[in-house]
């Protein structure tokens, strides 16, 4: 599992932290994701901290920017996260 820091990248330059999540791969730039506050977004950028070992912070910054509401991907394919993807 990879913790990782998503930065949200809002507006021209405004950057903020937005949580720490696991993922089990490494998301790539380009890459739609979802956090856990059911919202899509898109991977920006991704940056490693090197030489940065520690069990419990993170050791990358995603950047992501929020998925227009009315873009496919925002209805999360038809899935119901709860129903189809917790067992």
Do not use: W
């Amino acid at each position: 599992m990879f913790k990782v820091v998503l930065v949200m990248h809002d507006g021209e330059n405004e950057y903020y932290r937005m949580n720490k999540v696991y993922f089990e791969n490494m998301p790539v730039a380009g890459q739609y994701i979802y956090n856990s506050d059911g919202l899509a977004y898109r991977v920006e950028e991704v940056a490693s901290f090197a030489g940065y070992v520690s069990e419990k912070g993170a050791t990358t910054i995603l950047v992501v920017h929020p998925v227009d509401k009315n873009e496919p991907v925002s209805d999360i394919y038809g899935l119901d996260i709860e129903r189809d993807l917790d067992d």
